[in-house]
């Protein structure tokens, strides 16, 4: 074809309308265009069990979703509230120590544990952060992080729910192939469901909220109700994290409260783009499985994390997901004038 009869152009020209959630479908190739990286990251989610025939790495591929659903959370906080969350651990522990009691002393299944620790879980993580959500900024973020350190001494001075042993004895799920679908698909639910969820006018209200509190509040919105609901589903799918990461090790303890469950997702989410939602689940697959084969260099993995982030934030502080939507958008085809 001769280039005085055509020129090249974006491919995404004239599918974008107004914005990215609303389109205009010119053909099957264009709708293929918009749908593709959709398609990529769910066939590759769904299909890693069966690229990963070794248990080991088997199991780490549940913990890279557990992480990924703590980043999902931070992210969504972070980004589209304005609350700065270091609570992760606080919501993993509460998740999973809810898991066990309701396992080992009422005899709950694990498929019903798991949404239970996230629903009694949530509520009472809201509970104890509600006097906390006038706070902004760095304050709420101490504010959250003293919470877990708060939560670990409790428990091991009054010695209950097994003090410094845990509570063991806590049921596995069914089969590995349980296990890791069950987390895959919860995943991947959290990801498309909060995607969809901050796009409604309740999202909206959230993002404004983050933007001037204020504006918010003087046009009659009560704004505590909405970050307590932000902060409800925050810390509810942390707790079901935590639940599950429960039976997976079939123990649960103050290791929980870890402030490793507070850390990594942060620096997952920096990595992989904030503000994103799918960039945070890129960093775990990118930091879970390093932190794995850096084992046996112990603490010095926290000098791989920090050298990495500082990478990131210098030269690409977008993240990942960022600069691959960029380059993906810019694509070009030859078109007739």
Not at 47 to 54: A, G, M, N
Not at 254 to 268: E, K, N, T, V
């Amino acid at each position: 074809m001769s280039t005085q009869e055509s020129r090249k152009e974006r491919i995404d020209r004239g599918i974008k309308v107004r914005s990215d959630g609303l389109y205009a479908l010119m053909s099957w190739r264009e709708l293929c265009y918009l749908t593709l990286p959709r398609f990529i990251l769910i066939t590759g989610m769904l299909s890693l069990p069966f690229l990963v025939p070794d248990m080991y790495w088997q199991r780490v591929i549940s913990i890279v979703c557990i992480y990924a659903i703590l980043a999902l959370s931070f992210d969504f906080m972070a980004h589209y509230v304005g609350l700065v969350s270091l609570g992760g651990a606080f919501f993993i522990g509460t998740g999973g120590y809810i898991a066990g009691i309701l396992n080992t002393y009422f005899s709950i299944p694990p498929f019903l544990t798991v949404p239970l620790a996230a629903i009694i879980g949530g509520g009472f993580c809201t509970l104890l952060l509600l006097p906390c959500l006038p706070l902004k900024g760095v304050y709420f973020a101490i504010v959250t992080l003293m919470y877990p350190l708060f939560m670990a001494r409790i428990i091991e001075a009054f010695d209950i729910f097994g003090g410094t042993d845990g509570i063991i004895g806590i049921d596995s799920f069914s089969s590995s192939f349980a296990e890791q679908y069950f987390v895959i698909c919860i995943l991947l639910i959290f990801l498309f469901g909060l995607r969809r969820f901050v796009t409604t006018d309740r999202g909206l209200i959230f993002t404004a909220i983050m933007d001037n509190d204020q504006a918010v509040k003087a046009s009659g919105i009560n704004i505590t109700k909405y970050k307590a609901l932000a902060v409800y589903i925050a810390s509810s799918m942390g707790c079901l994290a935590g639940a599950c990461l429960t039976h997976i090790y079939m123990w649960s303890g103050i290791s929980q409260f870890a402030l490793d469950f507070s850390i990594l997702p942060i620096a997952a989410t920096v990595i992989g783009g904030s503000g994103t939602l799918v960039g945070p689940i890129l960093g775990c697959l990118i930091l879970v499985p390093a932190s794995e084969l850096l084992r046996d260099f112990g603490t010095l993995r926290i000098a791989f994390y920090a050298s990495i982030l500082v990478g990131f934030i210098l030269f690409k502080s977008g993240g990942i997901m960022e600069f691959g939507q960029r380059k993906y958008e810019q694509f070009e085809r030859w078109t007739k004038i």
